[in-house]
């Protein structure tokens, strides 16, 4: 053999040592954070876990090497950044009437994000059932938290996001040293009923002014890491509940002239929407999905006032909550057939149909009556009798739930009262109160924008797009349109009564305010308040402060003023029958009164949704 060959030969058989083993690609997020074994495919294709579980597959890259010469960042600047070479937008969400949150740099008045706070913010989220939205249950997100030791910035990043999220809305039922600074009193548990009912109204208003610099620095700091890492520019599990927390952190806050998170979130929704249905979307999803569509419906208030458009299309409700429902007149036979049925299984197969129709409706009321297409034209006559017919139907079904519920209480053999709602509880006290609660926020989401905008047109329309005699006409259906918000009102302070002397429900400020308005201007034209509505203004009043503790606005200039002049309503109205007895807000304070303080009062009590519908 030459030496040429020789050399050839040679060359050859050295040629495979020489060849480098491929570098294996990095583990995928969702098994970082649940630290299982990852099998990365190339191209950029799911890992076979993903595929299986048929969720989103994503990997973020991890900076390896020397790290860059840069001053020393703080735990929450690190928690939140998602590359070293990316810097925050400078974003401005202004509106003509308030601005959005400022993504300026970490605060100071930022909590530090130690483990023990992390934990005490997840603790927490079991008692605010407004955010138990089925994606947070989907994203995992408990156990990836735990699984890290609470440590937030070990998270993937859209995990990352979710989990300042929840830490935030958290931050507005928390009683935690980082939240509550500064020298005050301040429960010593989620469950102090102590502190709620022995604390003066200064006391409860001031938590809510100590915690505002904490909750809006925490709330920053999700937006910008949201913002960062582009939750509205993917569809996840993760991103998808992260944008609808934002849309309840906004609405909370502050209303611009659109909902972009909430526009984000349905988006995600109906991407995903195929792929769950593809891995079996069974009835009982169904049902649960339906009272989040219930919770769209309920910021139809805060919608119908800002002019912002309804965003739950017919299709949404269709995709998730199952097919059409009977119509409202045929389910309201089939419950009064059904009246002798004692059995409380009644709300629950109503109540799915029940937030069917009133997600139709409000979007009903957007497009034929609030609307901005509606608004160019005058007011339709036909459109506003047909709402009104459809507002009476409703209430009649709400009645007939009711006495479901109010007879599951009455043979509730636990008097005293109740604890506050858990998420996880199977208890049947706890789940009549929160349908019973859940159903009137929807019918009361529906009758206050209804009758506000007939309000309102009859300064805004042209006095020539309509005859005197049709505006005759007019004035009595506005006429049936405020007794109907007169019952609402009614409606909604039965609803607090049935909830725990301690809860939490800071998403429903809006609402509870709106109400306490209309009450005002009801009480200012009336000559004298009655028994009963001192009754309810005194449980409107009552809640309001109860708020206070979670947020600020309750002790804004114009909400004192509501809260002052309502109390002088009351205590006009309580003057003039001393003899009688206290009224049913006192229960909060009372210890001999305790069990009777969820029992209706006279006729039944108009129901409110099921546990699911909790949150509007």
Same mark, same amino acid.
């Given at each position: 053999m030459s030496n040429a060959e020789a050399s050839a030969s040679g060359s050859g058989a050295s040629?495979?040592?020489?060849?480098?083993?491929?570098?294996?690609?990095?583990?995928?997020? +969702?098994?970082?954070?649940?630290? +299982?074994?990852?099998?990365?495919?190339? *191209?950029?294709?799911?890992?076979?876990?993903?595929?299986?579980?048929?969720?989103?597959?994503?990997?973020?890259?991890?900076?390896?090497?020397?790290?860059?010469?840069?001053?020393?960042?703080?735990a929450i600047t690190a928690a939140l950044t998602l590359s070293a070479a990316r810097q925050p937008p400078q974003i401005s969400l202004a509106s003509s009437q308030s601005r959005g949150p400022a993504l300026e740099g970490g605060s100071a008045d930022c909590p530090e994000l130690s483990s023990e706070f992390v934990a005490h913010c997840f603790e927490a989220i079991k008692y605010t059932p407004q955010y138990s939205h089925p994606l947070i249950a989907a994203a995992g997100i408990r156990s990836d938290i735990r699984a890290v030791a609470f440590q937030v910035h070990l998270l993937p990043a859209p995990s990352r996001v979710l989990a300042l999220c929840i830490i935030a809305l958290a931050s507005l039922s928390s009683f935690h040293r980082s939240v509550l600074s500064g020298p005050g009193?301040?429960?010593?548990? %989620?469950?102090?009923?102590?502190?709620?009912?022995?604390?003066?109204?200064?006391?409860?208003?001031?938590? &809510?002014?100590?915690?505002?610099?904490?909750?809006?620095? $925490?709330?920053?700091?999700? $937006?910008?890491?949201?913002?960062?890492?582009?939750?509205?520019?993917?569809?996840? *599990?993760? *991103?998808?509940?992260?944008?609808? $927390? $934002?849309?309840?952190?906004?609405?909370?806050?502050?209303?611009?002239?659109?909902?972009?998170?909430?526009?984000?979130?349905?988006?995600?929704?109906?991407?995903?929407?195929?792929?769950?249905?593809?891995?079996? %979307?069974?009835?009982?999803d169904a049902a649960h999905w339906a009272g989040f569509l219930f919770e769209q419906m309920a910021e139809g208030l805060i919608s119908a006032r800002s002019r912002t458009p309804f965003l739950v299309t017919r299709s949404d409700q269709l995709l998730l909550s199952g097919p059409d429902p009977p119509p409202l007149d045929e389910m309201l036979d089939n419950l009064e057939k059904a009246s002798k049925n004692p059995s409380f299984s009644l709300v629950w197969t109503s109540s799915t149909p029940y937030m069917f129709h009133v997600v139709s409706l409000a979007r009903q009321l957007s497009e034929s009556i609030a609307g901005d297409y509606a608004r160019l034209n005058a007011l339709s006559e036909s459109a506003v009798i047909r709402y009104l017919s459809s507002l009476n139907t409703l209430h009649a079904i709400l009645s007939l739930l009711l006495e479901r519920v109010d007879a599951a209480l009455t043979s509730s053999s636990d008097s005293s009262p109740p604890a506050p709602f858990l998420l996880d509880s199977a208890n049947i006290d706890v789940a009549a109160r929160s349908a019973a609660y859940g159903a009137v926020f929807g019918f009361a989401g529906l009758v206050l924008p209804f009758y506000r905008e007939l309000e309102a047109r009859e300064t805004t329309d042209s006095p020539s797009a309509h005859s005197d005699q049709t505006r005759d006409r007019l004035r009595?259906?506005?006429?049936?349109?405020?007794?109907?918000?007169?019952? &609402?009102?009614?409606?909604?302070?039965?609803?607090?009564?049935?909830?725990?002397?301690?809860?939490?429900?800071? +998403?429903?400020?809006?609402?509870?305010?709106?109400?306490?308005?209309?009450?005002?201007?009801?009480?200012?034209?009336?000559?004298? +308040?009655?028994?009963?509505?001192?009754?309810?203004?005194?449980?409107?009043?009552?809640?309001?402060?109860?708020?206070?503790?979670?947020?600020?606005?309750?002790?804004?200039p114009p909400a004192l003023g509501t809260i002052e002049r309502l109390e002088g309503h009351v205590a006009t109205a309580q003057s003039g029958f001393i003899a009688a007895p206290p009224p049913p807000a006192r229960y909060f304070f009372d210890p001999t009164t305790l069990t009777h303080i969820y029992l209706p009062l006279e006729t039944p009590w108009p129901d409110q949704g099921a546990h699911q519908m909790m949150m509007a």
């Open positions: 040629t495979p040592a020489k060849e480098k083993k491929p570098k294996k690609l990095p583990a995928c997020d +969702v098994c970082k954070a649940r630290r +299982v074994l990852c099998h990365p495919q190339p *191209n950029g294709a799911p890992c076979p876990r993903c595929v299986e579980k048929k969720i989103m597959c994503m990997t973020t890259p991890i900076r390896r090497g020397r790290p860059p010469k840069h001053p020393p960042q703080s009193p301040k429960p010593d548990s %989620f469950t102090d009923p102590t502190f709620f009912s022995a604390s003066s109204d200064a006391d409860l208003l001031g938590c &809510g002014l100590r915690r505002a610099p904490a909750y809006k620095a $925490l709330r920053d700091e999700a $937006l910008k890491a949201a913002w960062e890492t582009g939750v509205m520019l993917q569809p996840s *599990n993760e *991103n998808a509940a992260s944008c609808y $927390l $934002l849309d309840l952190m906004e609405q909370s806050d502050f209303c611009g002239a659109s909902r972009p998170w909430a526009g984000a979130y349905l988006s995600h929704v109906r991407a995903l929407a195929p792929i769950w249905h593809a891995a079996g %979307f069974t009835a009982t009595v259906l506005r006429k049936q349109a405020r007794d109907m918000a007169c019952l &609402g009102a009614r409606e909604i302070a039965r609803a607090v009564r049935y909830l725990p002397e301690v809860h939490f429900t800071p +998403v429903h400020w809006s609402t509870i305010y709106a109400w306490a308005e209309f009450c005002l201007e009801e009480a200012d034209a009336s000559s004298s +308040v009655s028994s009963e509505q001192a009754e309810d203004y005194s449980t409107i009043v009552r809640e309001l402060k109860l708020l206070g503790y979670s947020l600020d606005s309750a002790s804004s």
